[in-house]
């Protein structure tokens, strides 16, 4: 494992525009990393913020237009950074959707769709990342967004749910195999967090239910223990311990980071 200190450390977060992956990417460089940030062309206004926000603490950034979807563009991205920052150490394939919609009224398009971001996109992220970390001989941190839904999965959520539950076993074979190149691999759980993605959740839940504008997620809010809705400050919080020699004798796991909803 690469027990450099965070100051030698470079991370890449995708999805890192707003919600969780701006959290996340601003947490870590806070932690001392060099941080490339990445996600969708056109959200390269909010991108540019994230990386003006991060140079703001001392730290180095790198905001690149990226599908991750794309095999060339998610390699491009990791090759990209390597010879920018000199090496990758961290990687957070955070990116990802939802789409709200009954099973019997989800088309293949919607499916297909979901699947490409939040399962196609982490696993050709994990592969790019794994390639670079075992060609520099270094080790590192690959890190997964699942969801509570890979334990739990919610109605009117199936391919969300079951795309996050794809996450969980592709990072516990990653973690089998890599684990000899002295790569972790684990991923991140939330809840219910107060976020873009949550608030179509609501509003698309709150139409299925017959409830108003906010009802929905406040009903859902309801199941947590600590009576709260989630930040997303408190995901970066366990992402910034993924991504730090603390966690070097932890991988394959999945871990719920949702205040107390659902127990494994």
């Not at 590192?140 to 969300?160: D, Q, T």
């Not at 539950?165 to 972790?184: M, Y």
Request: with cysteine; glycine share 10%.
């Amino acid at each position: 494992m690469n027990s450099a200190s965070n100051a030698a450390r470079t991370a890449i977060v995708t999805g890192a525009a707003r919600g969780i992956g701006r959290g996340i990417a601003e947490r870590l460089a806070r932690d001392g990393l060099d941080v490339a940030v990445a996600d969708l062309p056109g959200m390269r206004q909010e991108l540019d913020e994230v990386a003006a926000a991060i140079e703001k603490t001392g730290r180095r950034a790198l905001a690149v237009d990226t599908d991750v979807t794309s095999k060339e563009q998610t390699d491009a991205l990791v090759r990209e950074v390597a010879e920018h920052f000199g090496h990758v150490d961290v990687f957070v394939a955070n990116a990802g959707i939802a789409r709200v919609t009954a099973l019997l009224d989800t088309g293949l398009e919607e499916f297909e769709q979901v699947m490409a971001v939040n399962l196609r996109g982490v696993f050709l992220s994990y592969q790019a990342a794994a390639r670079q970390m075992i060609a520099q001989g270094t080790g590192g941190k690959i890190i997964g967004a699942a969801s509570i839904v890979a334990y739990r999965p919610f109605a009117l959520l199936g391919p969300y749910s079951a795309s996050k539950w794809g996450v969980r076993g592709l990072t516990q074979a990653a973690a089998l195999e890599w684990a000899r190149h002295g790569i972790t691999v684990n991923a991140y759980c939330p809840g219910i967090v107060g976020t873009a993605m949550w608030e179509l959740i609501d509003e698309k839940l709150a139409e299925a239910e017959g409830l108003d504008k906010g009802k929905a997620i406040k009903k859902y809010a309801e199941s947590i223990a600590l009576g709260r809705v989630e930040e997303p400050a408190d995901v970066a919080s366990f992402v910034s311990y993924l991504a730090s020699p603390d966690s070097d004798y932890m991988t394959g796991q999945s871990v719920m980071i949702d205040g107390g909803i659902q127990f494994s």
